[in-house]
C-alpha cells in the first residue's frame, strides 16, 4: 500500500495558463475526491467519483474547472483560464467502500 | 446551510496542560473524523468516531463524539511540543447505503504547545 499519491506537488503557473493535476488513488479504492484548501482555512469538497462515475460537484466548480476518472483509477483535474484566486492547495483522497478517505500530498498551485 | 464549527480556533498551550478542542456541527450525521495538518503538509488521519457515544484514545489524544447534541471534542492530556499543528474536525455527510460521501471541514484549530 503506498498510499494516494498526487503530481506535481508544487505548480507556479501564469494568470490565464491552463493546468492538470493528477491523482494516483490507493489501489482497489473506488471512490476519489477532491478539495481545495486556501490558506488558513480547511479543505472544500469539489467533487467525487466512484469508479469512473462523476457522482456530485460542488458549486465551487465552475466550467473552468473540469475532473476525469477515465477507468476508474487515476483521475485528472484541470484547470483552465487560471486565476489568482485559484492558488491554493488541491487535496486528492480515496476511500473504500463504505468508510474513510485517506488524503495524498496534495498540489500546491500559485498563479502569478 | 451546513456548518462545522471548532473552537478555539488558536490554542498556546503549555507543556504539561490538559484542554480540550470542540467541534459542533449542523446537520445530522453519525460519522466524524479527526484529522492533523502540520505546515504545508497534508491530513493525517487521527481518529475516526462511527456512532453516537464513541470514544477514541491515541496516545494524549482522546475524541469522543455526541451526534445528539453535534458535538465532538478532542482532549489533549498532559501536551507536549510534538502536538503542535493544526486540528481538523470533518463531519461525514453519507450518501447512498451509508458510504462516505462528502467531508464537510471545521474551521481548524491551531494548537501551539510551548516549553
Known amino acids: 500500500d503506498t498510499g494516494v499519491s498526487q503530481d506535481p506537488r508544487h505548480k507556479i503557473t501564469k494568470r490565464g495558463q491552463n493546468v492538470t493535476f493528477r491523482c494516483d488513488p490507493i489501489s482497489e479504492h473506488n471512490r476519489l475526491y477532491w478539495y481545495r484548501q486556501t490558506l488558513g482555512q480547511g479543505p472544500e469538497f469539489l467533487t467525487y467519483?466512484?469508479?469512473?462515475?462523476?457522482?456530485?460537484k460542488s458549486r465551487l466548480l465552475s466550467d473552468r474547472f473540469s475532473a476525469e476518472r477515465p477507468k476508474g483509477s487515476f483521475s485528472t483535474l484541470e484547470i483552465q483560464r487560471t486565476e489568482q484566486g485559484d492558488s491554493a492547495m488541491y487535496l486528492c483522497?480515496?476511500?473504500?467502500?463504505?468508510?474513510?478517505?485517506?488524503f495524498g500530498p496534495g498540489t500546491r498551485l500559485t498563479v502569478l | 446551510e451546513l456548518k462545522v464549527e471548532q473552537n478555539p480556533l488558536f490554542l498556546s498551550m503549555q507543556e504539561g496542560k490538559n484542554y480540550t478542542i470542540y467541534c459542533n456541527y449542523s446537520t445530522t450525521s453519525d460519522r466524524l473524523y479527526w484529522y492533523r495538518q502540520d505546515p504545508g503538509k497534508s491530513l493525517e488521519s487521527l481518529f475516526v468516531l462511527l456512532s453516537n457515544g464513541a470514544v477514541k484514545q491515541e496516545g494524549r489524544l482522546m475524541a469522543s463524539l455526541d451526534t445528539k447534541a453535534r458535538l465532538s471534542t478532542l482532549h489533549i492530556t498532559a501536551a507536549v511540543h510534538d502536538l503542535s499543528a493544526t486540528y481538523f474536525c470533518?463531519?461525514?455527510?453519507?450518501?447512498?447505503?451509508?458510504?462516505?460521501?462528502?467531508?464537510?471541514f471545521g474551521t481548524g484549530t491551531l494548537l501551539a504547545v510551548q516549553p
Open positions: 483522497a480515496s476511500s473504500p467502500y463504505p468508510y474513510e478517505q485517506f
Open positions: 470533518a463531519v461525514d455527510i453519507l450518501g447512498y447505503g451509508g458510504a462516505t460521501n462528502k467531508l464537510i
Open positions: 467519483f466512484q469508479n469512473e462515475a462523476q457522482l456530485e
